[in-house]
């Protein structure tokens, strides 16, 4: 047995593959792990929605939790879940966590890897985190464009067959890695268009069985604070009247290859408050169109945060037209154009069903 305090015990489960059992242990059933984002689904110990419960397999473990959102916010982690499971306290918690990983308890540390020269740091970071914001807009780093002459300036044939078309290609800027086999995206900022950095995708087939990322984005990337697409696309997003918001970078180069410059994506399937007022401020319809794979509660989430401020909708794929994890955007161009024919808009019958589910 060994001592361990709260951070490196969150670190301990992620590394040793302890998440799936930790949730096991707490009661939570349909438990689902997903490679491709890296997070796991599962139902409530005292529900039957499999997705009901997020939990992020990283260091901080984070845990959204969208049947149950008034005992869960920003902050809450693998051991808020505990808490809510096993109605008990957070060192109750703590304790239970020690003895299903046989570890051994000897009080709580608050033990912290940030260093505070200015005591009122700490409470900014906190008030930040819990917010979901993590830079000051006023201090982006931009890079510098030079970065870009590592890599060739090339469509890869993978992206190709896809059905990215040359021009599209140009447009954003995609080159290749031959060293590291990866398709390189720049990612630039939405207003002034200057290098943010990079999303590199591996070429590999089997890379989860290689060990190997799928994807690499520069670490200083302010993800919370862009939204890719829309510095290219802001001219026919203004003049076509509303913006399509999908997940990854790749869906918006599709849809620009079929002349449909319309569309920006959040690089993840979480939208941050900074996000939402850079949308707000288009002044134009907002269509979310999320992967399949996606539950309605986290659709339903991001389109309350727009509703009674701008015309709000979503695609939701009824008809089993996508595959699994599909994008609306890695459909055919008419099947496409069905499912925003036939979207659904998030009124106010909409927004009691998302009530509903809190």
């Given at each position: 047995?060994?001592?361990?305090?709260?951070?490196?015990?969150?670190?301990?489960?992620?590394?040793?593959?302890?998440?799936?059992?930790?949730?096991?242990?707490?009661?939570?059933?349909?438990?689902?792990?997903?490679?491709?984002?890296?997070?796991?689904?599962?139902?409530?110990?005292?529900?039957?929605?499999?997705?009901?419960?997020?939990?992020?397999?990283?260091?901080?473990?984070?845990?959204?939790?969208?049947?149950?959102?008034?005992?869960?916010?920003?902050?809450?982690?693998?051991?808020?879940?505990?808490?809510?499971?096993?109605?008990?306290?957070?060192?109750?918690?703590?304790?239970?966590?020690?003895?299903?990983?046989?570890?051994?308890?000897?009080?709580?540390?608050?033990?912290?890897?940030?260093?505070?020269?200015?005591?009122?740091?700490?409470?900014?970071?906190?008030?930040?985190?819990?917010?979901?914001?993590?830079?000051?807009?006023?201090?982006?780093?931009?890079?510098?464009?030079?970065?870009?002459?590592?890599?060739?300036?090339?469509?890869?044939?993978?992206?190709?067959?896809?059905?990215?078309?040359?021009?599209?290609?140009?447009?954003?800027?995609?080159?290749?890695?031959?060293?590291?086999?990866?398709?390189?995206?720049?990612?630039?900022?939405?207003?002034?268009?200057?290098?943010?950095?990079?999303?590199?995708?591996?070429?590999?087939?089997?890379?989860?069985?290689?060990?190997?990322?799928?994807?690499?984005?520069?670490?200083?990337?302010?993800?919370?604070?862009?939204?890719?697409?829309?510095?290219?696309?802001?001219?026919?997003?203004?003049?076509?009247?509303?913006?399509?918001?999908?997940?990854?970078?790749?869906?918006?180069?599709?849809?620009?290859?079929?002349?449909?410059?319309?569309?920006?994506?959040?690089?993840?399937?979480?939208?941050?408050?900074?996000?939402?007022?850079?949308?707000?401020?288009?002044?134009?319809?907002?269509?979310?169109?999320?992967?399949?794979?996606?539950?309605?509660?986290?659709?339903?989430?991001?389109?309350?945060?727009?509703?009674?401020?701008?015309?709000?909708?979503?695609?939701?794929?009824?008809?089993?037209?996508?595959?699994?994890?599909?994008?609306?955007?890695?459909?055919?161009?008419?099947?496409y154009q069905f499912l925003m024919k036939y979207k659904i808009k998030f009124d106010d019958k909409e927004h009691?069903?998302?009530?509903?589910?809190?």
């Amino acid at each position: 047995m060994i001592e361990i305090d709260t951070i490196s015990l969150k670190k301990y489960i992620v590394e040793n593959n302890k998440i799936e059992f930790v949730l096991q242990e707490i009661g939570c059933h349909n438990i689902k792990y997903h490679p491709l984002k890296n997070y796991y689904t599962c139902s409530n110990y005292n529900g039957d929605n499999p997705t009901a419960i997020n939990v992020f397999n990283d260091d901080y473990i984070k845990v959204v939790n969208w049947t149950r959102s008034k005992n869960f916010d920003k902050a809450s982690d693998i051991i808020t879940l505990i808490e809510y499971n096993k109605n008990c306290s957070f060192i109750e918690a703590l304790k239970f966590l020690h003895k299903i990983l046989e570890l051994e308890y000897n009080g709580y540390s608050k033990k912290s890897e940030i260093k505070v020269k200015n005591p009122c740091e700490l409470f900014k970071r906190i008030k930040d985190s819990v917010r979901g914001k993590g830079f000051d807009v006023n201090e982006i780093n931009y890079l510098d464009e030079d970065l870009l002459d590592d890599f060739v300036p090339l469509l890869h044939i993978n992206w190709f067959k896809e059905g990215v078309m040359p021009w599209s290609a140009d447009k954003f800027g995609l080159s290749y890695s031959y060293k590291r086999k990866r398709i390189i995206v720049p990612l630039r900022h939405w207003m002034t268009g200057k290098l943010l950095g990079t999303n590199m995708r591996t070429v590999i087939p089997d890379y989860a069985e290689l060990g190997i990322k799928k994807f690499l984005i520069t670490p200083s990337y302010p993800k919370s604070l862009n939204l890719f697409g829309l510095y290219e696309n802001y001219k026919s997003i203004q003049e076509a009247g509303y913006v399509v918001i999908f997940e990854s970078e790749k869906s918006v180069i599709k849809r620009d290859s079929l002349n449909d410059s319309t569309c920006v994506a959040l690089s993840g399937h979480t939208i941050s408050e900074e996000q939402v007022r850079i949308l707000i401020g288009l002044n134009v319809d907002i269509v979310v169109a999320l992967d399949k794979d996606i539950p309605i509660e986290e659709v339903r989430d991001i389109c309350n945060k727009f509703y009674g401020v701008r015309n709000v909708y979503y695609i939701w794929d009824k008809w089993n037209l996508l595959r699994e994890k599909d994008s609306p955007a890695d459909a055919l161009n008419k099947i496409y154009q069905f499912l925003m024919k036939y979207k659904i808009k998030f009124d106010d019958k909409e927004h009691k069903e998302y009530l509903k589910g809190l």
